[in-house]
């Protein structure tokens, strides 16, 4: 089961966002999408996930067309994180994690376990009864995964569970960068197929089973890292002349600008 990309092109306000892609998301793959800035990556994930309708070529989620599956059947195999989250009511930690759960009946005990299990995945324990709109950009960034991640904490017996991540990490410090691609892979180990839109290429490299990059709308290469990342890719998307390693632990590419 996949989320599947046929032929799409998006033209929005007399511009051609997207342009003839065609792109696969597996189960239990991470598939990272890279690119400079307006390169189209965050339309992609929103004609991927239906907040968008393509202007041409056909998105499938689990074997169907994106738009056969309603609302709710949708909402409990899919979970998306947007780039930016505008919540300005006085929610604590839990509430804000608690609005995951919405799509299921498994009852407030349960749902209550979840969202203390999904704060404590991410450092976030500590926030369950502060208000959100008093967390710092960080903190906010965490509780917004952990909401996400509630949606899609237990299986679905309707299809395959995606999460699609639109730059997860761009408010974390270090530890928290590492922590959250941890548990995209624990998430990917577990079936989960994941997507996600980064802007540092060596957090894309080190995640990635898929990496896809984006140029002008259109998808500039697509693979495993080993095979995507070369300093002539980097110098005609980038503009940024860089030299390819290897990285001593983990022996992805590593990117030295």
Same mark, same amino acid.
């Given at each position: ?22 792109? @696969?998301v597996e189960a239990g793959k991470v598939t990272a999408i890279v690119g400079p800035n307006g390169a189209g990556k965050s ?44 919540? !300005?009511?006085?929610?604590? #930690?839990?509430? +804000? ?9 498994? /009852?407030? #005990? ?13 450092? &976030? ?12 950009? /960080? ?8 909401? +996400?991640? &509630? ?41 989960? /197929?994941?997507?996600? +839109? ?6 894309? &490299?080190?995640? %990635?089973? !898929? ?8 998808? #500039? #290469?697509? /693979?495993?890292? @080993? %095979? +995507? ?29």
């Open positions: 089961m996949t989320m599947l990309a046929k032929d799409i092109s998006l033209h929005l306000s007399g511009f051609d966002l997207l342009r003839n892609i065609s792109l @696969e339309s992609l994930l929103k004609v991927l996930t239906g907040e968008m309708p393509v202007t041409k070529g056909d998105v499938y989620f689990n074997s169907l067309l994106l738009n056969q599956w309603s609302l709710l059947e949708k909402a409990q195999m899919l979970a998306v994180l947007p780039q930016h989250t505008l919540l !300005n009511f006085s929610f604590t #930690a839990d509430e +804000v994690v608690g609005l995951g759960r919405i799509p299921h009946q498994t /009852g407030i #005990a349960k749902d209550l376990q979840i969202v203390a299990e999904a704060l404590d995945l991410v450092d &976030a324990s500590y926030l369950q009864r502060r208000f959100y709109t008093q967390m710092s950009g /960080g903190e906010k960034q965490r509780v917004q995964l952990a909401r +996400v991640l &509630a949606q899609i904490w237990q299986p679905s017996i309707l299809g395959e569970q995606f999460l699609v991540l639109d730059e997860p990490t761009s408010a974390f410090d270090l530890s928290h960068q590492k922590l959250t691609l941890d548990i995209v892979r624990q998430l990917a180990e577990r079936g989960v /197929g994941v997507v996600m +839109v980064l802007h540092d290429l060596n957090l894309a &490299a080190r995640c %990635a089973d !898929n990496l896809v990059v984006i140029d002008g709308g259109v998808i #500039a #290469a697509q /693979g495993r890292p @080993e %095979a +995507v990342l070369t300093e002539a890719l980097i110098d005609k998307v980038f503009g940024v002349k860089s030299i390819i390693s290897e990285h001593p632990i983990t022996k992805r590419p590593l990117v030295i600008t």
